[in-house]
């Protein structure tokens, strides 16, 4: 069913709006972009739909951070709503939608869309790359995905020094590598934009294939990185238990950046339920 067109009020204030790409139905508008109110279950149905087809595509996983950006760059804002799918990786988001009445059914991140494409892709025969992490992280990863998907073809793994994007022949080099390998999926570990803007450049070398930005999903993968246990990712706590794992990496991130914006957007979304409280 599509969701009701709703007045925003402000720029952190999430809306719901129809996409302007038509026919492929309406996205909540969450802190300034379009989410796609599907399960990881559809998504992956839709996935295989459109690989069925010959028609590729690119995932987004915006979470509050992602957010941030979007809402300041236009450029990334477009970056991330011209995807064919942004779905909700991040807890704050799927509040926010249910503050609103427009909920989205459920957080879907990279984390957890590299195991359940990565089964799909076996048992469908399509062959997978695996691209970021530091040196021998997406190899691991390749190995713990084929250990629990036996038939998975990983056509490739590369990890890419960090500023391989500084010059054009760098990211060119990056960019021969993944088109000659010839996946059908392809998991992009390299952070936000970094990977979504050579996805966006992969999109029209390899049309049939779909991409994944995945930031640290290939880490998790390897296990060379923890995730949060299950009970905290569910409480929207993955965030805490990243931060005490990685301090000095994530505290400005999460404590000096992204809190205070997902205060104001969670903020927003109360002001406007209660006036429309107040006013039926």
């Known amino acids: 069913m599509t969701p009701p067109k709703l007045t925003q009020a402000t720029d952190d ?55 941030r950006a979007a809402a300041t760059d236009p450029a990334l804002k477009e970056l991330v709503c011209s995807a064919e799918l942004v779905v909700a990786d991040g807890m704050p988001l799927v509040w926010a939608a249910r503050l609103l009445g427009t909920p989205v059914p459920q957080r879907v991140t990279g984390a957890d869309l590299i195991w359940s494409l990565s089964k799909l892709a076996a048992r469908r025969g399509w062959p997978v790359y695996l691209l970021g992490g530091p040196p021998g992280v997406a190899r ?32 060119e080099r990056v960019r021969r590598k993944v088109v000659a390998a010839g996946p059908g999926l392809v998991f992009v570990g390299l952070g ?15 049309p049939g294939a779909w991409f994944v930005g995945c930031g640290a999903a290939i880490a998790f993968a390897a296990g060379t990185v923890s995730r949060a246990p299950g009970w905290m990712r569910r409480a929207g706590l993955e965030w805490l238990f990243r931060l005490v794992s990685e301090p000095r990496r994530l505290a400005r991130r999460y404590l ?10 969670l903020g927003g979304c109360l002001a406007t339920r209660v006036r429309r409280a107040l006013g039926s």
């Open 256 to 265: 000096v950046d992204d809190l205070p914006f997902a205060v104001r957007l």
């Open 192 to 206: 936000f934009p970094r990977q979504d803007r050579l996805i966006a450049e992969l999109r029209g070398e390899l």
């Open 13 to 67: 204030t999430p809306t719901v709006g129809d996409r302007p790409d038509a026919g492929r139905g309406a996205r909540v508008r969450v802190g300034g972009i379009g989410v796609d109110a599907l399960t990881e279950d559809e998504v992956v149905r839709r996935v295989a739909a459109e690989l069925e087809a010959g028609r590729g595509g690119r995932i987004v996983t915006p979470n509050i951070d992602i957010c």
């Open 140 to 171: 691991r990863a390749a190995g713990e995905l084929t250990s629990c998907h036996p038939r998975l073809k990983v056509c490739g793994v590369h990890a890419p020094p960090y500023h391989f994007d500084a010059t054009p022949e760098g990211s």
